[in-house]
């Protein structure tokens, strides 16, 4: 099955700063979504992307779709402390209703 | 507010026992999902469904079985059979194919 994995595992940066997490995938995919989960909660959906999109914005946070790559990233602008949280991406097939996760980067976003 | 009810939070059990996760969700979706997490994994797809009566087994099913009598609803049982039951479990919901995912905030089961 498609698998999304994000690299790096744990990421940890000052507040203010900017936060960039990648993810790479292994075959053809419908989108592409980023979630953040914090601890020991359910997972909240950020941005979806579609195949034939390059870039989205929302708010601080910018993703981008490289298909030839089979890569996307998710980058977070000035980053805040209730930033810290684990962030999963996802695929999604052409007509599924299957979506797969990554293992997730862990950020931390130190005050 | 819409939203997706996991119940319990934390549930302890026995091995050897069945044991059932409740999921409803309001948000009138006609999809719906149940996860696994292990620690520092990502999230296994277990079951999910389309619509009421019909449901699709997803990559580790085994040792699981759910229902959906109602669009409300999705159950979920941990049977005896399911060899490492301890994780957290996540339902979830949307409203069709390639959707976004609403989740629940999950049930921690352990298993001793």
């Known amino acids: 099955s498609q698998q999304g994995e994000e690299d790096p595992q744990a990421l940890s940066i000052q507040e203010g700063e900017n936060a960039t997490m990648n993810c790479s995938y292994k075959t053809s995919i419908n989108n592409l979504q980023w979630y953040r989960q914090n601890s020991g909660r359910g997972l909240v959906h950020l941005i979806l992307?579609?195949?034939?999109?390059r870039e989205k914005h929302s708010g601080r946070l910018r993703v981008t779709l490289d298909t030839s790559k089979k890569s996307s990233s998710l980058l977070i602008t000035a980053s805040r402390a209730a930033d810290t949280a684990s962030y999963f991406c996802a695929t999604g097939g052409a007509g599924s209703y299957q979506l797969t996760f990554g293992k997730g980067t862990k950020l931390s976003v130190i005050p | 507010d819409g939203g997706i009810t996991q119940s319990p939070k934390y549930l302890f059990r026995k091995e050897g026992q069945n044991v059932t996760l409740s999921c409803e969700q309001n948000l009138n979706h006609d999809a719906m999902y149940w996860y696994r997490q292990d620690p520092g994994q990502g999230l296994r797809l277990i079951y999910y469904?389309?619509?009421?009566?019909?449901?699709q087994k997803g990559d580790i099913a085994e040792g699981y079985s759910v229902s959906r009598e109602k669009k409300e609803s999705f159950p979920l049982t941990v049977t005896s059979a399911q060899k490492n039951p301890t994780a957290f479990y996540l339902c979830?919901?949307?409203?069709?194919?390639?959707?976004?995912?609403?989740f629940g905030n999950g049930t921690r089961l352990t298993v001793t």
């Open positions: 469904s389309q619509i009421v009566n019909d449901f």
């Open positions: 992307i579609r195949s034939n999109e």
């Open positions: 979830a919901s949307s409203t069709g194919r390639n959707s976004p995912l609403h």
